[in-house]
């Protein structure tokens, strides 16, 4: 059964830093990607970084230069260091696994296995 959690949400003020933490289990080779996405209530969700295994990284415009994703496959850990937060992160963070990876867009319907999420929220 494959399983993805999330942790490390939290309520920051803007400016600060969080860094989003998510454990894989029973993955193995149905992954090729995983990405963290979020959501706010009554907005379509939006792909936040993706990272392709080997180390391509997407990152979507609003967030360049101010998050970056990585992975620790020894411990089946997806990370996304969150830095320069803005009120406008406040969502719900995410991740996901797939086995299509794009250097272009990061696309819910890529992805099979999902997260239940953790919130973040920046306060101004």
């Known amino acids: 059964e494959v399983q993805l959690v999330e942790s490390g949400g939290g309520s920051v003020q803007a400016g600060g830093s969080l860094r989003l933490s998510c454990t894989a289990s029973?993955?193995?080779?149905?992954?090729?990607?995983m990405a963290w996405f979020r959501q706010t209530p009554g907005k379509e969700r939006e792909g936040v970084a993706a990272i392709e295994r080997g180390g391509p990284t997407t990152y979507a415009d609003s967030v360049k230069g101010r998050f970056t994703i990585s992975q620790d496959d020894a411990e089946n850990t997806l990370y996304l260091q969150m830095n320069s937060l803005k009120s406008e992160d406040t969502a719900m963070y995410s991740c996901?696994?797939?086995?299509?990876?794009?250097?272009?867009?990061?696309?819910?319907?890529?992805?099979?296995?999902w997260g239940q999420g953790t919130q973040v929220t920046v306060s101004s």
């Open positions: 029973g993955l193995g080779y149905r992954s090729v990607s």
């Open positions: 996901a696994a797939g086995r299509h990876y794009s250097a272009y867009s990061i696309l819910d319907d890529e992805y099979t296995y």
